[in-house]
T-cell receptor
């Protein structure tokens, strides 16, 4: 079974804090993604990576950065958390061959107070 | 432009009926199309994917693709209360590289 694991299920952080969301996949997938999901807005792509140290901006990258130092790990960084970044964050991974659908982690519900 | 559009619903059908979920996309060069199901509080899980024009059937589910009309649909036959969920259409567009672009989802409610 493909496993995409996010480091936390729930997080509460204060405004202005630097926040790290970690994601690990065990399928040797080339591609990894960070989405946020908000009611009425659906899943929106923040950043994605198609290889180690490579990254591409998605639709809403402002206020976020990412790091991919190893193939299996993709981190989302909120440089200075704000209340409008309160959301459900979903990590996904996807291979280039064989099973090409995206597999999701369990999600991290982040609340910024 | 890489938009994926779905009716938000809710779509309500009685148990045993056919539920029809629709999705349109704007990038004509899109290659592959996915339907995900998401239960409340859970992550999306894949139901079906389709690449070629026409129909693809898997059990009670049928995905239909019409690239000329830029339209993909999901039919659920013999709908069950357990099918009540939000259904997300996702598209792999040329403009998005390897990423999947999602619609906002359609909420389906199946009443017993």
């Amino acid at each position: 079974d493909v496993k995409v694991t996010q480091s936390s299920r729930y997080l509460v952080k204060r405004t202005g804090e630097k926040v790290f969301l970690e994601c690990v996949q065990d399928m040797d997938h080339e591609n990894m993604f960070w989405y946020r999901q908000d009611p009425g807005l659906g899943l929106r792509l923040i950043y994605f990576s198609y290889d180690v140290k490579m990254k591409e901006k998605g639709d809403i990258p402002e206020g976020y950065s990412v790091s991919r130092e190893k193939k299996e790990r993709f981190s989302l960084i909120l440089e200075s958390a704000s209340t409008n970044q309160t959301s459900m964050y979903l990590c996904a991974s996807r291979g280039d061959r064989g099973l090409i659908e995206a597999f999701f982690g369990q999600g991290t519900r982040l609340t910024v107070v | 432009q890489k938009e994926v559009e779905q009716n938000s619903g809710p779509l309500s059908v009685p148990e045993g009926a056919i539920a029809s979920l629709n999705c349109t996309y704007s990038d004509r060069g899109s290659q592959s199309f996915f339907w995900y199901r998401q239960y409340s509080g859970k992550s999306p899980e894949l139901i079906m994917f389709i690449y070629s024009n026409g129909d693809k059937e898997d059990g009670r589910f049928t995905a239909q693709l019409n690239k000329a009309s830029q339209y993909v649909s999901l039919l659920i036959r013999d709908s069950q209360p357990s099918d009540s969920a939000t259904y997300l259409c996702a598209v792999n567009t040329n403009q998005a590289g390897t990423a999947l672009i999602f619609g906002k989802g359609t909420t389906l409610s199946v009443s017993s």
